[in-house]
């Protein structure tokens, strides 16, 4: 009988520290999928700056993709602060590679390849003409982006910012 009860105690033991052991693996995984996920897949970065109100506000957090997609139409991105500008930005893929942007400062209508882009999303219209002359043609591996807030936005307009390369857009804003 001693056998036997000493047995029961010794698995009882046992299972409850293999209990223990499968919740100290499941958080150990957790975590590491977690942290894996905001190192590489997704990542969060802080509005600075009214340039994309009325859409983003100034401190508002962010989520931003980091996955290798390219950015479309419209999109709202993240560029790195290693650009010529030497701050990070959150602007709005307006033009990509070949397409010509044109803009109609008097009216505020911003044109590509043409045609008259419907922008519900701006604060007001394109009226602040910054240093980049128009019409301008994007180069290959390139992109132009602006901020939502138009008349008060540091972006592609401006020389210091111009176009933007591929490899520094850090993200797309989820």
Not at 50 to 62: C, E, F, K
Not at 71 to 97: C, H, M, Q
Request: hydrophobic share 40%.
């Amino acid at each position: 009988m001693d056998t036997v009860a000493c047995r029961d105690r010794f698995n009882k033991r046992f299972k409850k520290n293999k209990d223990n052991l499968e919740w100290l693996e499941a958080i150990v995984l957790a975590v590491v999928a977690v942290s894996l996920v905001f190192t590489f897949g997704v990542r969060m970065i802080r509005v600075d700056g009214q340039s994309m109100v009325p859409t983003l506000r100034d401190g508002q957090r962010l989520l931003i993709a980091s996955f290798p997609a390219q950015p479309d139409y419209g999109d709202i991105v993240v560029i790195d602060a290693y650009t010529s500008y030497g701050e990070p930005l959150v602007k709005r893929v307006i033009g990509k590679a070949g397409d010509t942007i044109d803009i109609d400062f008097q009216n505020g209508v911003v044109y590509r390849n043409g045609q008259a882009l419907a922008e519900p999303y701006t604060a007001e219209p394109t009226y602040l003409q910054e240093s980049v002359v128009f019409p301008v043609t994007v180069p290959d591996g390139c992109l132009f982006v602006m901020g939502d807030n138009r008349n008060h936005s540091t972006d592609s307009r401006d020389e210091r910012v111009g176009f933007v390369d591929e490899r520094d857009v850090l993200g797309r804003v989820l």
